[in-house]
């Protein structure tokens, strides 16, 4: 792990240090407003719908222990540890109002037409003394009837170098809309589709109906329910209008997303499976943040951006260094329990707890390095909490070698005896501990799942190092002629322990003298015999009792 890091600082951007979140750094504070036509409201639902929808999106990024809360029931506030990508902040700002329309009329976006005698004239501008409505009711989509005389100059009037409207236009009307280059006007008919209807989308390379691969990079959709089977019904349409004339505009659906027509494929055949696929001048980074905005559903308004600043950290060093001075005092009372404890074998629990966190802050500097995790407070407190749980599995172990040692077995037999019974039960611990905090981190947001995030990385590594570092060790200690000894400063005296081996399988009492660490041993071997030892006793004791009556 230290290595991958060392080769991510050499050769990337990868640093030694795990990257603090917004409450231990700062970062950038984005301030959504929605976009409200005269009289509109923004209700709660739309709000958390939209609050919901934002922390998506920016989770799909990498980046962790932001924060998106609703500010005075009208805005969105959007805060970003550390410095905010482009992309990033594209994913936040962009409305994703996806809505499925078929073309009626394109062409390229000039505002003049030329006339025989090569002389160009400024196409004429819509007034109010054209008429809006259609002659004769459409009966589709594709219907020409929905080109009114107003909607056509319109048309002829944009030039795409200014907003057309298009994102606030009613979906039961027709609009005219740019390609998102601004090299295409586009007379669109009413909304067949909305962008709601989307379960799943992807971004990957567009291959041919022969499986082959263009290199150009698309969006596929997955629609299902109702979704699904209006996609079918225009395909029909569509293919019907291809297969009669190819150069009929109006064979092409157009893909709109916040009133930009981001792609108008052409329908080269019937779509029944709802797996449409938008295509246009995309990238691997720009298909793969419209994929995200799609996945994670349009937002219930469109939002503009009132502010956009930089902040400073809510906590700070002063908070950091509090915590950190908390984890190292329950670290040395932990070690200082130990040594007491269990004497020379507490260093082994020492020992443990380094290489423990050790690899729990190289997994935090590569986290932060490839996933953009961020270490945040309630995070700090999951790492200060894991301590404890880990000195937990180390006493079980210690104990349940001891209790072989009292059966009077010898110190190798000991370790591995003692370790099948107690992995067992750390096993058993950490699973539960492991199964809380996944619950915590799914269920929660924010700062809370900070702390579950590093109390569940902690309990594996505690596991990880029990099993490949703890037992190893052991085991090479019971080889140790020191260790073996039973010596008193090991934490393994079989006289302390209240159990003294004697070979075969056979067991004598520790005389009772008037020493009071041997009467403690005694009163210690008593409380520890099993229900089955206890009886054998009590039944030698009777027996004894008869035998002396008799005589």
Request: aromatic share 8%; hydrophobic share 40%.
């Amino acid at each position: 792990m230290f290595g991958g890091l060392a080769a991510g600082t050499m050769f990337g951007d990868a640093s030694w240090q795990p990257k603090l979140a917004l409450d231990l750094e700062g970062g950038t504070q984005i301030i959504l407003e929605p976009k409200l036509e005269g009289g509109q409201q923004v209700s709660a639902e739309q709000l958390n719908q939209a609050v919901s929808i934002i922390r998506q999106r920016v989770n799909a990024t990498g980046v962790t222990e932001a924060e998106v809360n609703t500010q005075g029931g009208r805005n969105i506030v959007v805060s970003i540890p550390g410095k905010v990508d482009e992309d990033t902040r594209k994913r936040i700002e962009s409305s994703a109002q996806l809505q499925f329309r078929s073309v009626l009329v394109a062409s390229a976006p000039t505002t003049t037409t030329t006339g025989e005698d090569g002389k160009e004239t400024p196409n004429p501008k819509p007034t109010d003394d054209l008429s809006k409505t259609p002659a004769t009711k459409p009966t589709d989509g594709s219907d020409l009837a929905w080109v009114t005389p107003y909607l056509s100059a319109e048309f002829l009037a944009t030039d795409c170098k200014t907003p057309t409207g298009a994102e606030n236009a009613p979906k039961d009307q027709p609009v005219v809309a740019c390609s998102d280059d601004g090299t295409v006007r586009y007379l669109l008919g009413p909304v067949e589709l909305n962008g709601d209807s989307i379960t799943d989308a992807s971004a990957g390379i567009k291959t041919t109906s022969s499986g082959a691969s263009t290199g150009e990079w698309a969006v596929n959709i997955t629609l299902a329910g109702k979704g699904k089977d209006a996609f079918t019904d225009v395909s029909k349409r569509l293919y019907k209008l291809y297969s009669a004339n190819q150069n009929d505009a109006r064979a092409a659906f157009a893909f709109v997303l916040d009133g930009k027509v981001i792609s108008a494929p052409v329908m080269q055949g019937v779509i029944t499976d709802g797996r449409p696929s938008i295509s246009g001048n995309f990238n691997e980074q720009s298909a793969k943040a419209l994929a995200d905005q799609l996945k994670y559903g349009a937002l219930p308004l469109s939002f503009g951006v009132q502010s956009s600043s930089e902040i400073s950290a809510t906590l700070g060093a002063t908070q950091l260094s509090g915590g950190m001075l908390a984890g190292l005092i329950g670290l040395i009372l932990v070690v200082i329990y130990t040594l007491f404890q269990y004497r020379l074998l507490g260093f082994v629990t020492i020992f443990s707890l380094v290489v423990a966190g050790a690899l729990t802050y190289a997994a935090l500097a590569l986290l932060s390095w490839g996933q953009g995790y961020r270490l945040s407070l309630a995070g700090v407190a999951g790492i200060i909490v894991a301590i404890g749980f880990t000195a937990d599995s180390f006493i079980v172990y210690f104990e349940r070698i001891r209790d072989e040692l009292r059966d009077g077995r010898g110190l190798e037999s000991a370790v591995e005896a003692g370790w099948k019974r107690a992995k067992r039960t750390i096993y058993a611990s950490k699973g539960v501990n492991l199964l809380a905090a996944v619950v915590l981190y799914l269920l929660a947001v924010g700062n809370v799942q900070g702390f579950a995030f590093t109390l569940g990385l902690t309990t594996v590594i505690d596991v990880i190092v029990v099993v490949l570092f703890t037992h190893p060790m052991l085991q090479l200690l019971a080889r140790n002629r020191f260790f073996a000894s039973g010596h008193p400063l090991t934490g393994l005296d079989p006289n302390a322990l209240g159990a003294i081996y004697r070979g075969r399988a056979q067991f004598r009492t520790p005389e009772m003298t008037g020493s009071k660490k041997a009467l403690g041993a005694s009163r210690e071997a008593q409380k520890r015999q099993t229900i089955a030892e206890r009886k054998l006793a009590e039944a030698q004791a009777a027996n004894g009792s008869t035998s002396s009556k008799e005589s």
